[in-house]
């Protein structure tokens, strides 16, 4: 362990013994990820986002399914109701709604990016994409499909036939559509942000304020747990370290990537933060208690906003509420 995490392990130590646990657990994570980073011949603990190697007639299958109304139960949502790729990949709403009306359990996380994502969803039940799109098109509370019935409705469809042909070489059945499902989430990968351009050595691809945004997010701590290509969305822990930051929900969730948080607000698994600098001064006190001032936030949504990479030459915007 560098002198440099030591110290921030003994300075840990001077708090209460509850919190101080998670946050020795944090400042662990980032000095394993510092020292990953040195390994690979960089000093920071994010690196850059590549977009991953698909085959494009899976790709173009797997978006005519992501958009057809046919995968829900009732035939009038797509996954595309509730992850809107032309806005931010999720929606505006602090919590979408079943096919009954009723309000779901969690915000609605970004597809953007989720195929870097160790594991899947807040609570982190799933680590494979075919597995999570078969349970959320069964789900009575998002799709309420049942498979044989969309395979036998859509396999009908010629349209759909060509494309599974071309694709698979085979009819359609329950294992190529939800393949073809992942295989269209792994081509939602942003790529080409600012702040991608400046790891590799762009240094005019920052503002003075972005960088001294990165500055901050990594000297406050931030950093022990939103690293990595993804920013995020590889390891979980505790909300609520240091002080409440939800209202309820599991005590530990799966960190969420912060690759698109600029645009995808509401922010927590409770939807609870409705701007992106309340997001910020809540997780500073809750997390790592420390008082975020208001150049600390204006500077660190700023490095925020320029981690947000494009999507087949677009950029994200935020959806409406």
């Known amino acids: 362990m560098s002198s440099r995490c030591l110290s921030s392990v003994t300075e840990r130590r001077r708090r209460p013994a509850t919190p101080w646990l998670g946050a020795a657990l944090a400042v662990a994570a980032l000095c394993t990820s510092a020292a990953l980073s040195a390994a690979a011949g960089t000093d920071e603990p994010i690196?850059?986002?590549?977009?991953?190697?698909?085959?494009p007639s899976k790709v173009a299958l797997g978006k005519v399914l992501f958009?057809?109304?046919?995968?829900?139960?009732?035939?009038?949502?797509?996954?595309?109701t509730c992850h809107d790729i032309e806005t931010n990949g999720a929606?505006?709403?602090?919590?979408?709604?079943?096919?009954?009306?009723?309000?779901?359990?969690?915000?609605?996380p970004t597809v953007f990016n989720a195929a870097l994502n160790f594991r899947l969803n807040w609570e982190g039940n799933f680590s494979v994409l075919q597995d999570h799109a078969r349970s959320l098109i069964s789900n009575p509370n998002v799709m309420?499909?049942?498979?044989?019935?969309?395979?036998?409705?859509?396999?009908?469809?010629?349209?759909?036939?060509?494309l599974v042909e071309t694709a698979y070489g085979a009819p359609l059945d329950e294992t190529n559509l939800v393949d073809a499902l992942a295989a269209y989430q792994r081509s939602l990968v942003l790529v080409d942000s600012p702040f991608d351009r400046w790891l590799a050595g762009d240094a005019n691809a920052l503002t003075e304020a972005e960088q001294q945004g990165y500055r901050?997010?990594?000297?406050?701590?931030?950093?022990?747990?939103?690293?990595g290509r993804n920013v995020g969305g590889n390891l979980y822990q505790r909300h609520g370290i240091f002080h409440p930051l939800t209202s309820g929900g599991p005590a530990r969730v799966r960190v969420p990537s912060l690759r698109t948080v600029y645009y995808t607000p509401p922010y927590f698994h409770d939807g609870s933060a409705?701007?992106?600098?309340?997001?910020?001064?809540a997780m500073g006190r809750a997390q790592l208690d420390v008082i975020l001032d208001e150049d600390d936030v204006r500077n660190i949504a700023a490095f925020l906003k320029s981690?947000?990479?494009?999507?087949?030459?677009?950029?994200?915007?935020?959806a409406a509420p």
Do not use: W, Y
């Open 307 to 318: 981690l947000t990479g494009s999507h087949a030459g677009k950029s994200l915007r935020k």
């Open 67 to 80: 958009n057809d109304p046919r995968l829900s139960g009732d035939g009038a949502r797509s996954c595309a």
């Open 274 to 281: 409705g701007t992106l600098d309340e997001a910020i001064r």
């Open 216 to 227: 901050r997010f990594k000297a406050v701590g931030c950093a022990a747990c939103h690293q």
């Open 47 to 55: 690196s850059v986002v590549e977009a991953l190697a698909i085959e």
């Open 144 to 162: 309420g499909g049942t498979m044989e019935a969309i395979v036998q409705a859509l396999g009908a469809d010629p349209a759909i036939r060509d």
């Open 91 to 108: 929606s505006g709403a602090r919590f979408d709604r079943s096919p009954e009306g009723a309000a779901l359990e969690f915000n609605t």
